[in-house]
């Protein structure tokens, strides 16, 4: 067989063999002939990093910030250490201070402390007598002569203590007789002239007495009044005297027959309360400054915004007056003698 397919000739003529050869030529001429002269185009297809889908959950931005961390790793280090020293020396810096101004100073302060501890401070009186009210100041007693074996009583007191006010119990007359005990109040920080009017003895009272019976202080609630000052100014500060004018029996034509005088004067109330009694008190001074005569007058239901006209008479011959004095005495301190708003808006 090889020897057929190499000796080809020998066993096959030409006529027989043009066939096969032509075969062969047809064939060769279907491949492809290559030139380095021909260019072939490739076509190439761009493909973007950021398409990249890693199964796993990796993405392209993790993986470019671990690149950036990894780059920059030197740099995180650096700035931890910076950290860290700052934060040290702050600690160190702190710590010396404290340890040094307690070394200079409060070494000491604590030596004192302990000498102060170590021995018995107990409150003296005179501590105790401080922080406690202070007595009340009298004025001397004073008495004015009326008709028919009656007189009236009058003494000045004053409260030296702010923050303190007085309930008492008290007798006003002659030392020998038998008095009635009556109760009277002072407010703090204030003066006033307690009177007794028209009391009557069968003698003149040279032996005129004025006696405290009982005493009892009470401090000021802050929690429940505020500050004094300001609690009394808006209660009392707006009780307004005006129109004041006396008459005297002189000048009166219609008591020609008796002396009497009298005293008219407007009361005005510019607080925001109302009163549903209030006392006042009237002194009456005369041209030597000394006081002429004293009386009382009382107005109820003394309504906030409201203005009340008084007019009163009473005997006696006191000359020239040169000064009226027109003084409320109403303790502010108890809550009954407010009432409370009527009318439309207001219920009782």
């Not at 009382?296 to 040169?322: C, E, H, W």
Request: aromatic content about 16%; cysteine-free; hydrophobic content about 40%.
């Amino acid at each position: 067989m090889i020897d057929l397919l190499k000796n080809k000739t020998k066993y096959f003529s030409e006529e027989e063999l043009k066939p096969i050869q032509n075969n062969k030529v047809e064939k060769q001429e279907k491949k492809p002939i290559l030139s380095s002269s021909v260019k072939v185009e490739k076509k190439e297809q761009l493909v973007s990093v950021n398409d990249y889908q890693d199964l796993e959950g990796v993405t392209i931005g993790k993986l470019n910030f671990g690149f950036w961390f990894i780059k920059n790793k030197k740099n995180f280090v650096l700035i931890k250490n910076l950290i860290l020293i700052l934060i040290g020396l702050f600690s160190w810096g702190y710590f010396f201070f404290v340890f040094g101004d307690y070394f200079i100073f409060g070494m000491g302060e604590d030596q004192k402390l302990s000498n102060y501890l170590s021995q018995n401070y107990f409150p003296s009186h005179d501590y105790f007598q401080a922080a406690s009210a202070n007595d009340l100041l009298f004025g001397k007693e004073t008495i004015f002569k009326l008709d028919d074996n009656k007189y009236d009583l009058l003494i000045e007191i004053e409260n030296p203590n702010k923050f303190y006010f007085a309930e008492f119990d008290y007798t006003f007359g002659g030392k020998n007789g038998n008095n009635e005990v009556k109760t009277n109040f002072i407010l703090p920080g204030s003066k006033k002239y307690l009177m007794e009017l028209g009391k009557k003895f069968d003698w003149y009272p040279n032996d005129l007495e004025f006696k405290i019976i009982d005493l009892r202080w009470h401090r000021v609630d802050t929690h429940q009044y505020g500050l004094w000052e300001n609690y009394k100014k808006d209660r009392l500060e707006g009780i307004e005297i005006v129109k004041k004018e006396y008459v005297p029996a002189e000048d009166n034509i219609l008591t020609e027959k008796v002396n009497l005088n009298s005293l008219n004067f407007e009361v005005i109330n510019n607080t925001a309360f109302n009163y549903e009694n209030i006392d006042f008190s009237i002194v009456l001074f005369g041209s030597n400054g000394r006081i002429a005569t004293i009386n009382k007058y009382s107005i109820q239901d003394l309504f906030s915004g409201g203005v009340r006209y008084a007019n009163m008479t009473f005997p006696g011959k006191f000359g020239k007056i040169q000064e009226i004095l027109i003084l409320p005495d109403v303790n502010i301190l108890n809550k009954e003698i407010f009432s409370e708003f009527q009318g439309k808006g207001f219920e009782k």
